[in-house]
């Protein structure tokens, strides 16, 4: 069901690879919402990926770009206010990726130059995009920035690794950054905490499928879907969030607030008894 919340909006949406992907399902939510938007992501990406079926779906233009190049990220802001006509509304973040954490490399081994890109791509791309697009005065009064973080930036969960520190760093951006686009210019910058979910990216992790029966059993309302998280990137997006700023907020089903649930223990218990 549409409500119409992006009538009028135009945005880009950085990190769609393919249908599994958070960035993919939000553009077509965003696309049902009445909003118009250019899609982003590497060329390297867009070999692999499936990006061009959705450009057709969603009658948007692909601005290929290596979102750590800075170069590269003004002519994402500025092709799209020129295909616009006018100022972005909203902007999304959907951009993460570990060498380390593809390499089950643990925490106490790192390969730092593994690191360094981890950083680069996870965490300082978001800071980039941001500053140019304050630096060119790209996004509307009361525009709208969402990234996507995980629960890892403040807990410790094993063989995240490193990414943990590129999401606490993320969420750190989105807070340094929102005061300073907020007071200059009402604009709003919001990190979401989703749940783990099986992307084309986290399938490849190793331990992910157990990761996700884990949270599901721990959260009262079970693991937030993909689509659901789009749902909730629409509403941050829209007019009804203008006074949310700074924040990480949690879409997670209540994983974040649980210590331990009937569910897990129950689980925990069967394992004792089978030892």
């Known amino acids: 069901m549409s409500y119409n919340l992006l009538k009028g909006k135009r945005g880009i949406i950085f990190g769609a690879l393919d249908a599994k992907s958070i960035a993919w399902k939000v553009a077509e939510k965003a696309h049902e919402e009445g909003a118009v938007f ?65 390499k089950s490399r643990e925490y106490d081994n790192l390969d730092y130059n593994f690191y360094q890109k981890t950083i680069d791509i996870s965490a300082m791309s978001f800071h980039k995009m941001i500053q140019v697009a304050k630096k060119l005065d790209a996004i509307s009064d009361w525009g709208s920035i969402v990234a996507l973080s995980y629960i890892a930036a403040q807990r410790t969960l094993y063989r995240y690794n490193d990414m943990a520190d590129a999401k606490a760093m993320l969420e750190s951006i989105a807070r340094s950054f929102g005061y300073i686009y907020g007071r200059e210019k009402n604009v709003r910058i919001n990190t979401i905490s989703q749940s783990p979910t099986r992307t084309t990216a986290g399938s490849g992790v190793k331990g992910i499928d157990a990761l996700i029966d884990f949270t599901d059993r721990m959260s009262p ?33 209540g994983f974040s607030g649980m210590g331990m649930s009937l569910k897990a223990m129950t689980q925990y218990k069967k394992c004792l008894e089978d030892e």
């Open 38 to 102: 250019t899609l982003s992501n590497t060329p390297i990406a867009l070999r692999f990926g499936e990006l061009k079926e959705l450009s057709v779906k969603c009658n948007s233009e692909i601005i290929p770009a290596d979102a750590t190049n800075v170069s590269e990220l003004e002519y994402v802001f500025r092709r799209s206010t020129e295909i616009f006509g006018g100022k972005i509304d909203f902007v999304l973040h959907s951009i993460g990726m570990s060498m380390n954490v593809r």
């Open 221 to 253: 309302l079970g693991n937030a879907t993909a689509e659901e998280c789009a749902d909730f990137c629409i509403v941050l997006f829209s007019d009804l969030s203008r006074k949310v700023t700074m924040q990480n907020i949690f879409h997670d089903g």
